[in-house]
């Protein structure tokens, strides 16, 4: 089993404004791979909340999943945050999930999401919008379970 935490980053839908669709998006597919999310959080785009909180979960969790943040807008700090609190980048992660949203927008190209690793847990910034984040989180959910496996220590072949 997965442990795993959910961060929503929205100024809007910190001040309960707006419905986190996003998040719950998350929370519904991470069944298909058995992970238990055991925190979630709606949070607004503060740059030291952000690392603070993937600090702080990072010690308790195996993935974290955020969402919000990533794109170009000044108040856009998710990238930024987690950059500052990871120990290894996995680019891989982010790069097939941006080269999946181009396949039905050139917007893709502007997503700034990350992917890596703090410790033993897992962290990846998905998009804001719910439509971008299940086309992403599809396109990468079935290497989680793998990953996370592979960081707590699994040393058995990759190859399939």
């Known amino acids: 089993m997965i442990k ?3 961060l929503t980053l929205s100024d809007k839908g910190s001040r309960g404004e707006r419905e986190d669709l996003s998040g719950k998006t998350i929370k519904n597919m991470l069944q298909k791979i058995r992970a238990n999310v055991e925190f979630y959080e709606v949070l607004p785009d ?6 603070k909180k993937l600090i702080a979960y990072s010690k308790k969790v195996d993935l974290i999943l955020t969402t919000g943040g990533t794109g170009l807008s000044p108040r856009d700090v998710t990238p930024e945050a987690t950059l500052e609190v990871i120990d290894k980048e996995i680019p891989g992660i982010a790069e097939a999930m941006r080269m ?9 190209m502007l997503s700034r999401a990350v992917a890596g690793l703090r410790g033993k847990t897992l962290i990846i ?4 919008s719910p439509k971008a984040v299940k086309e992403n989180l599809e396109r990468i959910l079935d290497i ?15 190859g399939r």
């Open 4 to 6: 795993a935490a959910v």
């Open 46 to 51: 503060e740059k030291d909340l952000i690392k």
């Open 100 to 108: 999946e949203g181009l396949k039905k927008t050139g917007r893709a």
């Open 125 to 128: 910034n998905l998009p804001g």
């Open 144 to 158: 989680i379970q793998h990953a996370v496996e592979k960081i707590k220590g699994n040393t058995e072949d990759c």
